[in-house]
């Protein structure tokens, strides 16, 4: 039930989430205390993964994980750290895509083979994990998860390939999709980016240590210095003889998610070179000169829609005004089945003030609109305390079509720009005007020195095929 019910939640916020962030460290020094490093770590990636966390540490050669259902803050506290010494650590916050929420599919994994121990944490979706899974268990493999980690790690273990670095690398040479992966060996710390780079990774250093991780916002808190990001279709290894990288995999056009820049990286990470926050105030300054519209205010949805209100108030001269508040010490909510209740749900979390809105023109800037629910009731909200006229603006392109690469959005009929055109899409939210920020002006917006990104669920173009109808959902 409780998977039911956070399910509910996230519709009722209606945003795309993402699976996972993921953080490694190497201390060749011997003197950095890894798990607490990993725990900060992980703590800057939590709006990545709420469901579950782990730590695992290697300790001379020996590997211990911990992990648990929750927040990296209720999971582990200063015995649980305190026991988990070593020089090595990899560390996971998950939200799951693929998968129910459950212990068994909480990261990292450890695995015992012939090779030896190996620890996985993955970032992404496979396209092919279920061709593979069937293949393995029918040579004999039982899996313990639904996780498509546990498919690395079984192609890992039962690899030709002797050496463990080597059948890791044979491994990822057989999977297709989205993945960003630290692994664990016994005296080696791995990173690897998929060959079209849909998931962010990076590299950097603390003193004489080492450190990867989903976004450089980690590198920030516990001090480290960002390298660089990891390329895609490269593998880094980090031991005792320092650090070694090397193309596993013939690299591919560079795919890389633009959701990270809409909605999913936090805005004090670089990616690619561009920060994070200036993109997004970019976007709302294009977003602001393909408009027309009058206004009194510019009003953000918290608080994704901040910066791209703070740009398309500069862009336009209309005054920017903060007038919804988000009270951000609401938790997950257990929803009512009535209308009345849910939109009371959602008022305990976004609640417009009446002083800035009544009698204006306003019009509220979003990143992004998935299902619609949340759109239509704050608009619903803002109404009901007297604005004047209601315009929604939106810092992205309408997402019609599903994301089959790590965000939970796999079936069309539950995005509501693959089911209406805008001006169904605005009269069902309730707004007097609804844009969306053009495809073009949204790629002109990230200045990220020659990425290519992943447009699919504004385009349908799908990179890797997905062995699935894009249409066939729809109904």
Excluded: W
């Excluded at 929750?70 to 939200?95: C, P, Q, W």
């Excluded at 290894?237 to 809409?262: A, L, M």
């Excluded at 336009?316 to 005004?321: C, L, T, V």
């Amino acid at each position: 039930m409780a998977d039911k019910y956070r399910k509910q939640d996230r519709r009722l916020m209606d945003k795309m989430e993402e699976e996972c962030g993921v953080f490694g460290i190497y201390a060749s020094d011997g003197k950095c205390d890894v798990a607490n490093l990993t725990y900060l770590g992980l703590h800057a990636l939590q709006h990545r993964g709420q469901e579950s966390a782990g730590i695992c540490v290697n300790n001379s050669g020996e590997l211990r994980v911990y992990k648990d259902m929750g927040l990296v803050t209720n999971i582990f506290d200063e015995e649980k750290l305190s026991d988990l010494t070593g020089e090595m650590a990899l560390g996971h916050v998950r939200y799951s895509t693929t998968g129910s929420s459950l212990l068994a599919n909480a990261q990292p994994l450890l695995v015992n083979s012939s090779k030896g121990d190996l620890s996985l944490a993955h970032n992404g979706n496979l396209v092919n994990s279920d061709e593979i899974r069937h293949n393995l268990e029918e040579q004999g493999t039982i899996f313990h998860s639904t996780l498509d980690t546990e498919v690395i790690a079984h192609l890992v273990a039962r690899s030709f390939k002797d050496d463990i670095i080597e059948a890791i690398t044979h491994s990822l040479q057989q999977i297709k999709g989205a993945f960003s992966i630290v692994a664990m060996t016994e005296d080696s710390l791995i990173a690897a980016r998929d060959p079209y780079g849909f998931r962010p990774l990076s590299l950097g250093r603390k003193g004489d240590n080492y450190v990867v991780a989903s976004e450089t916002c980690t590198f920030d808190i516990i001090g480290a210095e960002l390298i660089r990001d990891i390329e895609p279709g490269e593998m880094v290894i980090i031991n005792e003889d320092g650090i070694e990288s090397f193309y596993y995999s013939e690299q591919r056009p560079n795919t890389f998610c633009v959701f990270e820049f809409i909605y999913f990286a936090r805005p004090d990470s670089i990616i690619g070179g561009q920060n994070v926050h200036l993109a997004r105030r970019e976007m709302g300054r294009q977003l602001a000169r393909e408009m027309d519209v009058e206004a009194d205010s510019v009003i953000p949805v918290p608080s994704s829609g901040i910066p791209s209100a703070l740009g398309f108030s500069e862009e336009s001269g209309i005054p920017y005004q903060q007038g919804i508040l988000r009270n951000k010490y609401v938790g997950r909510t257990f929803i009512q089945p009535t209308q009345e209740i849910r939109d009371l749900k959602v008022r305990l979390k976004l609640n417009p003030i009446k002083e800035i809105i009544k009698d204006k023109k306003v019009i509220l800037i979003d990143d992004s609109i998935v299902r619609g629910t949340t759109s239509k009731q704050i608009i619903r909200m803002v109404r009901s305390i007297g604005a004047k006229e209601v315009h929604m603006a939106i810092s992205s392109p309408p997402v019609a079509y599903p994301c089959y690469y790590g965000m939970d959005t796999s079936r069309r009929k539950e995005l509501i720009a693959g089911q209406k055109d805008i001006e169904g899409i605005c009269q069902h939210i309730g707004a007097d005007s609804l844009h969306y920020l053009s495809q073009e002006g949204l790629l002109n917006s990230i200045n990220a020195n020659g990425y290519g990104f992943c447009t699919a669920c504004f385009d349908g173009e799908y990179q890797i095929e997905t062995g699935i109808d894009k249409f066939a959902l729809e109904k």
